[in-house]
């Protein structure tokens, strides 16, 4: 998912130029307006707030289901009988 401000001066699309991490919840990121007439250059702090949910143990993988589809099981027995005829 990307984040995409707008530029604060023309509110035209605008490109990341860098970014970097300032620390583990924190990262800076530079932009340049895509608008040829303003070409506003501006930096936002992108930062974690707080967990909507957690995992427990986060070193858990989740299992994933390794049986196949299930076939319908039909509610009427089916026998079949073969006859060699002489």
């Known amino acids: 998912m990307k984040i995409m401000y707008p530029c604060p001066a023309c509110h035209h699309k605008v490109k990341t130029r860098s970014s970097r991490i300032l620390s583990d919840y924190v990262k800076e990121r530079y932009y340049r307006c895509h608008n040829t007439a303003c070409l506003c250059a501006f930096k936002t702090y992108e930062c974690f707030e707080h967990f909507i949910t957690k995992t427990v143990d986060p070193h858990i993988k989740p299992v994933a289901d390794i049986q196949g589809p299930v076939k319908p099981q039909s ?4 026998q079949r009988y073969s ?3 002489e």
């Open 75 to 78: 509610t009427q027995s089916t």
């Open 83 to 85: 006859m060699r005829l």
